[in-house]
């Protein structure tokens, strides 16, 4: 059985996360990012460089190349850390129904 | 966005030369260019920026630009075909690999401007198709069961012309409980209006120069024989040597076994219909009849008679040439590129690109002249593997092993969008067969200054070419006069185009060699040469060249080793030379035995540092360590903040690093997402990680050599990242020079061996 991500037992990963998105993580957030990160089919949520180093929007690329990929340009982030954050609480709300944006 | 792109005809020049430039341009009808050498190619905030050197050429000004695109997809064609307006049966093997796609060709005698002829394909679902012309247009009756993907089936189809009458004979190989795709039809389409148009395989011209309707799969033993047949006789007329009853009624034999290191088909019946191929189909593929008894094609070519032609084969997209630059005659040798510009860039679309080359000395050696004590040897076959690597794009998956998001430019939008430029050689095929072969003779979005790369470090991201820029700007910056060699030019040319340099240094990960560049690199080393290894993961993959399809390459990733995909049991000999494919290591020379250290991990988000080891006391190395007293080294960079990090590599003697290397400093707390390469374990451990595992670290490493030359490996990707921090003072950057300045100087190394016996003194 792979592991299930609980907000109850996985909570304390949250700020781990916030404070530093790249690196070297805990052995417990990397085990909560590989659960979030590992492809289950459907949409690669991607990352868009508009201008790189300065403007980035998600994206999602869907599973069949021929289908265009679609542009979330509705909010933009300045670094790689702001979208990373915005994905994590996107994938939080998906794995434990909660929202901690 | 890229809104201009585009590519060179080669990718080496001397001074004086010509080279043509082929550009894209998707809006406006003109564009500007001018000749740049390249200094630094990465706009990292943190490093020193783009820097460029204008070189006044008669590139300067505007040019007339227009949309150029690829004709994707392989094919052979037979330019002498008969006319087809008897009876005739069509046999082949046939092995399909995406039924989802439809109108794919299997044979054709197809007039497209007449609608004339015969077209055997596939329809989607994996039904085989019969197209005929008539009076009344296009008629088309088709099997009544598909067939399944990746099984070989036997196909007769029987025409007579003047009828209409059709019969598709289809017969799997292995037959399946529950699987119904055995059929014998007997169709009626109608009389036929023959063409007097090639032949044409897995392809069909369809109008203004372009071919369509491809096929995804292997075709094994095409035959063309007179009268109507059905599967029952193949097996009688697929023998070598045919009974005169058949021989009698023979049109066509093709056996694709024969030059399988060529572009050429070959028939062997009367009439000698030769063929060639078009747009690289892959070759040396086991047809239907592999045993596994023999796994080299040369050894028993006749169970290598398949052609395994995609829908997204390229070998050269033949565009029309855009600019012609003649290279100055004083034009020093190094990275240059022609800089494309069509207007402003925006968040929506980058409007220039850098097409890279090298300006190279005279190959030949009585015009070469005195020349710089050091050369570049610049990793093209590298970069011809990963030309536009898209493993973010065919590969699911890649995130987690980033670590992070997946990162996309402009230029990874446009690789997106535009499949047809073919892949690198991580790539599947849209069938999920691996890319084997890889041409420059394309726009290579990677190959270019300014690439922010999905798969290196966080930071920089950098990787292959433009992480290379890093070494330039800072042999720039520390005035060293150097030449460039390219990996193609040292396949043509072999050892006697390095002999006279002192110094060679390499890319930040040479990943790539044919067999004549090890030996042309071996025999340098052997000979006295001074390797400064700059990279990490370096002579891992053996490659291949042809002259039959020059500007490609080939790679079979056999067995062992990082493997993006795996090239089928049977299929790990090349085509193009017939050697044994896949890592060097497997074939008896590990990278150890070039570079004095091999390939031990990997990791693509953070970068880490050295601590300085008890080697880097003895007094051999003091002048690799003058000025240098730090225990940490390179806790820096703009390669995912550290100068040991994406690829690493250790000494490991078994293998082949000399047993005199000394190790100056490893690399330490690397993070869990560092990873052991699997060659490296047999059993899977649990501890694979750098924060678990000893075994992951680089070893910063030099060893003199018997000749009194030198090895120095700084064993990471990352190391020439960190090259530029703090105004290019500090300690990766005092250890590269003194290594630099040491090796440029002829005075052999102490061998520690007497001259005439090579014994200890």
Redesign the interface.
């Known amino acids: 059985m792979v592991y299930k991500i609980t907000a109850e037992a996985d909570r304390q990963y949250v700020e781990e996360f916030r404070a530093k998105p790249m690196g070297d993580h805990s052995p417990g957030l990397q085990r909560v990012l590989n659960i979030m990160r590992a492809y289950r089919g459907g949409d690669q949520v991607i990352l868009i460089a508009r201008r790189e180093f300065a403007d980035f929007v998600i994206g999602r690329m869907p599973p069949l190349r021929e289908d265009p990929i679609v542009i979330e340009d509705t909010r933009t982030f300045s670094t790689r850390e702001e979208a990373e954050w915005a994905l994590f609480c996107r994938r939080w709300r998906e794995h434990t129904g909660e929202d901690i944006e | 966005m890229l809104k201009i792109t585009g590519y060179p005809d080669r990718y080496s020049a001397e001074a004086g030369e010509t080279l043509d430039f082929m550009v894209t341009l998707e809006e406006g009808e003109t564009f500007d260019a001018r000749l740049v050498r390249v200094v630094h190619g990465d706009?990292?905030?943190e490093g020193p920026g783009l820097k460029f050197t204008h070189i006044p050429s008669n590139a300067d000004g505007s040019h007339a630009g227009k949309p150029q695109r690829i004709d994707a997809g392989s094919y052979a064609v037979v330019d002498r075909a008969p006319v087809l307006d008897e009876p005739f049966t069509f046999f082949t093997m046939l092995w399909p690999t995406l039924v989802r796609r439809d109108d794919q060709t299997i044979f054709a005698q197809w007039d497209h401007e007449t609608d004339t002829g015969y077209h055997i394909g596939l329809g989607e679902g994996g039904f085989v198709s019969v197209t005929v012309g008539t009076e009344t247009g296009p008629k088309t009756v088709r099997a009544p069961k598909p067939m399944v993907e990746r099984q070989w089936y036997g196909l007769a189809v029987s025409i007579d012309p003047a009828t209409g009458a059709v019969g598709i004979d289809q017969k799997p190989v292995r037959p399946y409980a529950h699987v119904d795709d055995r059929c014998t039809a007997t169709l009626q389409a109608a009389p036929v209006s023959p063409a007097h148009v090639p032949f044409h395989f897995a392809g069909c011209p369809v109008g203004q120069g372009r071919y369509d309707r491809h096929f995804d799969g292997k075709i094994d033993s095409p035959i063309l024989m007179a009268g109507r047949w059905t599967a029952a006789d193949q097996d009688a007329v697929m023998r070598k040597v045919l009974a005169p009853e058949w021989r009698n009624r023979l049109i066509a034999k093709w056996d694709f076994s024969i030059g399988i290191d060529t572009a050429d088909i070959t028939d062997t019946g009367p009439y000698m219909l030769h063929g060639r191929l078009g747009n690289l189909p892959t070759r040396a593929m086991k047809g239907w009849n592999w045993t596994g008894e023999e796994h080299s094609w040369k050894l028993k070519p006749e169970h290598y008679g398949a052609i395994h032609f995609h829908h997204d084969d390229v070998y050269d997209a033949g565009w029309d040439v855009s600019v012609s630059v003649t290279l100055p005659e004083d034009i020093k040798s190094g990275p240059y590129a022609l800089h494309v510009r069509s207007g402003e860039s925006d968040?929506?679309a980058t409007r220039e690109d850098y097409i890279s080359f090298f300006v190279v000395p005279p190959r030949d050696k009585a015009r070469r002249g005195k020349r710089p004590k050091v050369a570049f040897l610049a990793p093209t076959c590298s970069y011809i593997a990963y030309a536009n690597h898209a493993e973010?794009?065919?590969a699911?998956?890649v995130?987690?092993l980033m670590?992070?998001?997946?990162?996309?430019?402009?230029s990874d939008?446009y690789m997106?969008?535009h499949?047809e430029l073919g892949g690198s050689l991580y790539d599947t095929h849209?069938d999920g067969s691996g890319v084997a072969y890889s041409s420059r003779l394309r726009p290579v979005l990677n190959f270019t200054a300014q690439y922010?790369s999905w798969l290196g470090g966080?930071g920089s991201a950098v990787y292959q070419y433009n992480a290379d820029t890093h070494l330039f700007d800072w042999l720039e910056e520390k005035g060293i006069d150097y030449d460039v060699i390219t990996d193609e030019d040292l396949n043509a040319h072999g050892y006697e185009l390095i002999e006279d340099y002192e110094v060679i240094l390499t890319g930040t990960h040479p990943e790539y060699h044919s067999t004549v560049m090890w030996d042309a690199m071996k025999d340098w080393i052997d000979r006295g040469g001074r390797l400064m290894y700059m990279g990490g993961n370096g002579w891992y993959w053996r490659v291949a060249f042809n002259d039959a399809w020059p500007g490609a390459m080939e790679l079979r990733r056999a067995e062992d080793g990082i493997r993006p995909w795996v090239s089928e049991p049977g299929e790990y000999f090349h085509s193009f030379s017939g050697e044994y494919g896949g890592l060097w290591r497997r074939i008896g020379r590990a990278p150890n035995v070039i570079a004095g250290v091999g390939f031990i991990a990997q990791g693509f988000?953070?970068s880490s540092y050295y601590r300085r080891a008890p080697d880097a006391d003895n007094p051999r190395a003091a002048f690799i360590f003058e000025g240098v007293d730090d225990e940490i080294i390179g806790d820096f960079g703009l390669v995912g903040?550290g100068a040991a990090g994406i690829e690493l590599d250790c000494i490991t003697t078994d293998l082949g690093s000399p047993p005199n290397m000394l190790r100056l400093a490893s690399s330490e707390?690397h993070?869990?997402?560092m990873l052991l390469v699997n060659e490296e374990f047999g059993p899977v451990p649990p501890n694979l990680g750098g924060?678990q595992n000893e075994r992951v670290r680089a070893d910063l490493a030099f060893g003199e050599t018997p000749a009194g030359g030198a090895l120095f490996a700084t064993s990471s990707i990352a190391w020439c990242g960190a090259l530029s921090h703090n105004g290019y003072d500090n300690n990766v950057s005092r250890i590269t020079e003194n290594v630099l300045r040491r090796f440029m100087d002829p005075e052999p190394f102490d061998t520690g061996l007497s001259a005439n016996t090579g014994n200890s003194q």
């Open positions: 706009c990292n905030p968040v929506d973010h794009i065919t699911r998956g995130e987690i670590n992070r998001m997946v990162h996309f430019g402009h939008l997106y969008e499949p849209a922010h966080h988000d953070m903040g707390d993070s869990a997402m924060d």
